[in-house]
């Protein structure tokens, strides 16, 4: 039989989303986070897990977990949402509101899964280009101002991945402001650029702050994300949600998190400086583009990225991110690592560029 011909019209027609899984010791290419438990904190952790019963179905709804999400975000309980991973609540957002003649408006350069989750659809993207500076990507606003209408839903993540930047908050009011459909501001990286839309849930009753456990919270192997919204939605939300979308042991890992999220947090500060210290470092090489950065990681331009990209992983044993299509051609995302990770790769980029002369 023909598998292919059975396939329906929008998967045949799809690429999927790639995961570059080349061997490599340090790992500089996805913006998870470098930080591991300590080894006291993993203690606790395997007390709070090693009595779980996992012959049973995970919570549905996990109160405590959502109580502890409700409190972070002070807002009622009412008004927050689970999925596995911020990946499941695309899917169920575009679920949730689509309709098969229905548009989605998303920017360009920006999430992966922004674009992938509708084309598994077949849903219609209305595709706006951020418009490249020399250090920033800027919001076309007419274009987006004039397209607004004809979108039922609008994903836009700030900052951004994978420019790193964060867009003007007026520019962004006014995109809600505007939105006849549903927005949904996609904060995976807030923590990093300490500015959220949260509060404006109270105002907008078709807007949707979507975050993420896989970033600041360390825990991009257990897919925990979330949503706030209001109440309406997140019950509309939960009816569509698959009754055990999180699995036990990321449930009680996440709520672990947050029940000690001041160890957890504290290393945001060093990653904040290593950030820093990072883009002064390559701001100093010349043949370097680097645009600004509120996140985890710091996008560059180079003539000779692929070469480094190539070098990084022999030499240093470095995964970094390369994109060749444009407008990200001779684009490399570098992830911020541990501080020992980041003096590595810069010890590898002055050894290349030496080599270079360049
Ligand atoms: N949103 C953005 C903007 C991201 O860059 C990423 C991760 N690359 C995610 C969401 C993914 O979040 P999760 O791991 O929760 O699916």
């Known amino acids: 039989m023909k598998i292919k011909e059975l396939l329906s019209a929008s998967v045949k027609k799809l690429q999927g989303y ?18 591991e438990f300590s080894q006291k904190l993993r203690e606790k952790w395997l007390k709070k897990i090693c009595n779980l019963k996992l012959n049973r179905y995970p919570d549905s709804t996990p109160q405590e977990l959502l109580n502890l999400l409700a409190k972070l975000n002070n807002c009622d309980i009412s008004n927050v949402s689970l999925g596995n991973g911020s990946d499941e609540i695309i899917q169920y957002l575009i679920q949730m509101f689509i ?14 899964m922004f674009k992938i989750v509708p084309q598994i659809f077949g849903v219609e993207l209305i595709e706006i280009p951020l418009i490249p500076t ?31 930047n ?6 962004l009011l006014e995109i809600i402001e505007k939105t006849k459909g549903i927005i949904v501001i996609d904060e995976a990286y807030y923590d990093y650029s300490s500015f ?29 994300g979330y949503l706030l919204a209001d109440s309406e939605i997140i019950n509309y939300y939960n009816s569509v949600r698959l009754p055990y979308n999180i699995n036990t042991l990321s449930q009680k890992t996440a709520e672990f998190v947050l029940e000690n999220i001041d ?24 043949t370097l583009q680097v645009y600004k950065s509120a ?13 480094l990209y190539q070098y990084s992983l022999e030499k240093s044993g470095i995964l970094l991110k390369l994109f060749k299509d444009a407008p990200l051609e001779n684009c490399i995302r570098l992830t911020v690592g541990l501080p020992k990770e980041n003096v590595e790769f810069l010890r590898t980029l002055n050894s290349f560029l030496k080599l270079k002369g360049a």
């Open 295 to 307: 996140s985890n990681f710091i996008l560059f331009r180079c003539e000779y990225a692929e070469e």
């Open 134 to 164: 020399k250090t920033d990507w800027l919001l076309n606003m007419p274009n987006i101002l004039k397209k607004l209408k004809s979108a039922k839903l609008v994903f836009l993540a700030t900052p951004n991945n994978p420019t790193g």
């Open 18 to 35: 790639k995961v570059n899984e080349v061997e490599h010791s340090i790992k500089l290419d996805d913006n998870s986070s470098p930080f």
């Open 263 to 286: 160890e957890i947090k504290n290393n945001i500060a060093v990653l904040m400086s290593e950030r820093c210290r990072l883009f002064d470092e390559l701001k100093k090489i010349k």
């Open 99 to 112: 309709n098969p003649s229905d548009k989605i408006l998303i920017v360009t350069p920006s999430f992966a």
């Open 196 to 224: 959220s839309y949260r509060s404006l849930l109270s105002k907008y009753n078709n807007l949707v702050v979507m975050r993420t456990f896989s970033k600041v919270f360390g825990l991009a192997g257990c897919r925990v």
């Open 166 to 171: 964060i867009f003007p908050k007026k520019q």
